[in-house]
């Protein structure tokens, strides 16, 4: 909606005037409770909604939704990306009495996310506003609506016939978004009065959501934010680390850790927006490293860069998740004709244990275990291993270099089915690749590469795991053969061993039988990439 000039605002009043004389007076049914703010998406928020904090980034959202046919914003994490989006929901249906249709890669992003807003939102002020909602759905009127929905992952028709003379349509979590997807999104934002905002964090560069940030793109950033912007500055290299003062003041001495704000002394400033981005936050995922793409997306509102040397780019790992999420029952019935095969890294000198376990092509589960650097920890990776076989039968494959033969050694002791994998030695295909190291994880790239793999929800390890593949590059030998740069290169980069990638990769090309399909009496496997398991 462009701003009204005072002269438009006058030709409007006297049309309205002139349109009740004659009886031609707008039906009631379009008549929306606060037509008022139609050109005043701020004024809304604050004074109908009653939000009190709106941020300067936030102003430029609602400006850009009223202003421009298209707002596409990048943003950091925890700063109110969802909480505006939702305002905007409820100011296109209450002030302008248009249709709102939002989406998101998943259902539990719409349910969850955006839609947990609205919702919230709604029912602080639904004496005021009326109408009435439901889960995934708010209505005035017939014309003044909205809704959400998850869009098949790879279908354009999913916004098939979704037309308004005064239509909004969201991209939740846009970095999610298929091409397919957004094609179908653009394709609907034909009218003058349409509008479309992506928004997301810029996890993956390559998407949909990146080229539209490219071509016109609002980005927020975490230094911005009202809770930690009183607290940082830039220094010369471009990152902004804590004030000196600040850091003497709220940091602990020891342990390096932010102290709890109850312990802040009284001239720090406490969070103004709870649950938002904090100090605390932006500093524990320093140690992640200032170079690294989850700093980069999550902190400073910026793609990272993939590099063409990853042996999984982050691309490839989100779309796999996509895979599942879009037909779990199909990806379930591919798996559970296979036995269950596992992956357990063993950490030393301080790295962590890991596991993976997979059935058939998809990755189901992963996890991590701290070390404590005593003489206990092959014990209790060997534990760890056993606790995987018990609760997901099925064979485990471990890296016997160094301390891993020790735990293997206790499993099979344990009459737990295992196999050692030594990846210094000879690849199985020597003329292509420099060991067997090198070989298992170009597998296991092709299976990603091929769309032959989905990867299954994995909680908070997700991101881990993604950073762990996408932080290991391949080289090329001098010979030609293909190779894993030196285990140190890649720890440097992540600033931690990629362990979880390391028991993901075993995982991946261990051994396991093939369960007969019964109903259709053979026997068969799951991709013509995957090893025989």
């Not at 301390?403 to 009459?415: C, Q, T």
């Not at 990846?423 to 690749?433: I, K, P």
């Amino acid at each position: 909606m462009a701003k009204e000039s005072v002269a438009d605002k006058r030709r409007r009043e006297f049309a309205e005037e002139c349109a009740a004389a004659l009886g031609l007076a707008q039906a009631e049914d379009d008549v929306v409770p606060f037509a008022q703010y139609a050109t005043k998406p701020v004024e809304f928020v604050q004074q109908v909604l009653a939000v009190e904090t709106v941020t300067g980034e936030q102003v430029r959202i609602l400006e850009s939704v009223r202003d421009r046919a298209e707002t596409n914003v990048q943003a950091a994490h925890g700063v109110g990306k969802s909480f505006i989006s939702a305002c905007i929901v409820l100011w296109w249906v209450f002030a302008i009495g248009g249709l709102a249709i939002s989406t998101a890669p998943t259902e539990s992003q719409v349910k969850q996310i955006l839609w947990s807003e609205v919702r919230k939102l709604y029912d602080k002020n639904k004496v005021k506003l009326g109408g009435e909602r439901g889960e995934l759905f708010l209505k005035f009127s017939e014309s003044a609506r909205a809704y959400g929905f998850t869009a098949r992952n790879y279908d354009s028709n999913s916004f098939q016939g979704k037309h308004a003379e005064k239509l909004l349509l969201i991209q939740d979590e846009a970095c999610g978004i298929t091409e397919e997807i957004d094609d179908g999104f653009a394709s609907c934002l034909t009218g003058s009065d349409n509008r479309g905002l992506r928004i997301g964090n810029p996890i993956v560069g390559g998407t949909p959501f990146e080229k539209s940030c490219a071509r016109q793109h609002n980005r927020i950033s975490a230094w911005s934010h009202i809770n930690v912007s009183w607290a940082y500055e830039q220094h010369a290299d471009g990152i902004h680390r804590l004030k000196p003062d600040v850091a003497a003041a709220i940091v602990d001495s020891v342990t390096g850790d932010v102290l709890p704000q109850s312990a802040w002394p009284d001239w720090c400033q406490r969070d103004v927006i709870p649950g938002a981005i904090s100090i605390a936050w932006i500093e524990k995922v320093r140690k992640k490293g200032e170079s690294s793409a989850f700093w980069q997306s999550r902190v400073e509102g910026l793609f990272p860069v993939d590099s063409e040397q990853s042996i999984v780019p982050r691309s490839w790992f989100l779309q796999a998740r996509a895979r599942y999420d879009a037909d779990p029952q199909k990806w379930d019935f591919m798996a559970e004709h296979h036995h269950w095969r596992h992956g357990l890294d063993v950490g030393d000198g301080g790295d962590d244990h890991a596991t993976a376990s997979w059935r058939g092509p998809v990755l189901y589960a992963a996890a991590v275990m701290p070390t404590k650097g005593d003489r206990l920890d092959v014990g209790r990776a060997a534990a760890l291993g056993a606790k995987v076989i018990d609760e997901k039968p099925g064979r485990i494959n471990v890296d016997i270099i160094g301390v891993g033969s020790g735990a293997l050694s206790k499993l099979l002791e344990g009459d737990y089915p295992g196999d050692g994998t030594h990846w210094g030695e000879a690849a199985d295909e020597n003329s292509l690749f420099a060991n067997l190291k090198a070989e298992h994880y170009w597998m296991l790239r092709e299976g990603f590469r091929n769309e032959e793999i989905a990867i299954a929800p994995l909680g908070e390890i997700e991101e881990m795991l993604m950073e762990d593949l996408a932080g290991t590059y391949y080289e090329e030998t001098t010979t030609g053969k293909t190779k894993i740069e030196d285990k140190k290169k890649t720890t440097a980069r992540l600033h931690r061993s990629p362990n979880v990638g390391d028991a993901t990769v075993l995982g991946y090309n261990g051994t396991g039988g093939v369960v007969e399909f019964e109903s259709v009496g053979k026997a068969s496997r799951v991709g013509s990439r995957l090893r025989d398991y």
